[in-house]
């Protein structure tokens, strides 16, 4: 269990930052932008083949990944899109696309004149698919012809599983119970395996209640409810907590 | 002992030299091409933004019958409005509405990661990626929400809603008081990403 994965609830934290820009430096930007395209370039999308030289997967759960792999000092130090910097330029190199030595002597000549152009070169096809990804999407849905193991109403044991690299189980909620409130239509599959943690195939997801006195007894506040959505790999039926 | 909290002095341009390193060399590697990231960005600034959630907000206002159809099958409603296709496009396959009412306010929140709806509301602003609000909205909204200068009557009940899997949420805020007669493009215009999300309301009319 890494910090990464179980912010929600932290306490001695600071004030909230209201800083409604998205950006708030212009080179935030042209790092979204690459990323965009990688997810809509990658592989595994049902998409047509584009001239792009890009062939290794790279999704969400890739990013996700390497932030919850970051020593969580280095998660609070640095920005938003400094994280996604630090993790695509590593990507890159990790895969051989460049080499540390090309971006650190390319770093140094921009570094020396920001003003330098880019260079030129790439052929449409390769925006159309990108545009594509974006109007379309990669929807997770899949059909379930089984019945989905719990309903509106049951109450649900969240599961511990081990966080191998990456999970979708808020770590605040392990251990809890809760009070299923919508059973999602079918099946959702995740962007990758992540193991032991139990996700990946398509499975039933459930939006799941929680009273925030049973989360944090006597240190949260009255008056709210907190609900997550979570897979069907997360929960175990009720009974089994009586048996532990 | 190596201080973990200090930043070079140059930490932005050294920064955005990287970046721009980083986007030559794919250039030149064929990787993406010399337009693409003005092209996506073009994208959230005309098809997938804030632009489409307020438009379904402002309708939600003007018709109750569109307004229950949000809330319960939100995807039939938003192909119902005929926004621009990425309307259900990335990060936005699978979304939920939640309704404000008179005894509920409705706040989204991702605790693990930024999980935003790109085709309704674009791209996440900082406060809702900055770890301090994921932790604390979490545990103690009211405290939070009063940071953004919204007072919560504590009549009301909070629902937070943590964005764990691959629903993506958006709140409809209530119209605002002093609305009536007011056009649906108007009435859109009072509509924030903030608003959206839970952390403000829908603004007053403009005096």
């Known amino acids: 269990m890494k910090l990464q994965h179980t912010l929600g609830g932290l306490e001695g934290l600071d004030p909230v930052q209201p800083e409604f820009r998205v950006f ?8 979204f932008g690459i990323h965009t395209a990688m997810m809509a370039l990658s592989p595994q999308l049902n998409l047509p083949q584009t001239s792009s030289t890009f062939s290794t997967v790279w999704t969400w759960a890739d990013l996700r990944k390497g932030a919850e792999a970051m020593n969580p000092f280095d998660y609070f130090k640095y920005r938003y899109y400094e994280k996604w910097l630090g993790g695509i330029s590593g990507y890159f190199v990790a895969n051989g696309y460049i080499t540390q030595a090309e971006i650190d002597a390319r770093t140094d000549e921009y570094l020396a004149d920001p003003a330098k152009p880019l260079p030129s070169g790439g052929t449409p096809d390769v925006d159309d698919r990108i545009h594509t990804y974006l109007m379309d999407g990669d929807s997770p849905w899949h059909q379930w012809a089984d019945k989905p193991r719990f309903a509106v109403g ?7 599983p081990p966080t191998v690299e990456h999970t979708r189980l808020p770590g605040y909620l392990r251990n809890k119970v809760g009070v299923v ?5 079918d099946a959702f599959s995740y962007l990758c395996s992540t193991g032991p ?3 990946g195939p398509a499975m039933p997801v459930y939006c799941v209640k929680f009273d925030p006195q049973h989360l944090w007894p006597g240190n949260a506040e009255p008056g709210f409810s907190i609900y997550a959505d979570l897979f069907d790999a997360y929960l175990r039926p009720v009974v089994d907590r009586a048996a532990a | 002992m190596t201080d973990r909290f200090a930043y070079p002095q140059d930490r932005e341009a050294r920064n955005a030299a990287r970046v721009r390193a980083l986007e030559a060399l794919l250039i030149e590697k064929g990787v993406i091409t010399d337009q693409t990231v003005d092209k996506v960005m073009q994208t959230f600034a005309t098809e997938m933004g804030p632009f489409n959630g307020a438009k379904l907000v402002a309708r939600a206002w003007i018709d109750d019958v569109f307004k229950a159809l949000l809330v319960t099958d939100t995807m039939a409603a938003v192909a119902q409005l005929g926004l621009p296709t990425g309307a259900a496009g990335a990060e936005g396959e699978h979304m939920r509405a939640v309704a404000n009412t008179p005894q509920v306010h409705n706040l989204i929140i991702c605790t693990l990661c930024s999980c935003y709806p790109w085709p309704v509301l674009g791209l996440p602003p900082y406060w809702y990626k900055d770890p301090s609000f994921r932790a604390r909205a979490a545990r103690e ?18 629902r937070t809603w943590d964005s764990s899997a691959q629903i993506r949420w958006f709140v409809v805020p209530e119209r605002p008081d002093g609305t009536q007669g007011m056009s649906e493009d108007d009435l859109a215009k009072l509509v924030t990403p903030e608003a959206m999300m839970g952390v403000a309301v829908a603004l007053p009319q403009a005096a």
């Open chain 1, 154 to 160: 049951d109450i649900v044991l969240v599961g511990d």
């Open chain 1, 24 to 31: 708030v430096e212009p080179w935030e930007e042209r790092i």
């Open chain 2, 141 to 158: 909204p009211r405290a939070v929400l009063k940071e953004f200068g919204l007072e919560v009557d504590p009549a009301k009940e909070i």
């Open chain 1, 197 to 199: 943690d139990g996700i």
């Open chain 1, 181 to 185: 409130e919508t059973v999602y239509d």
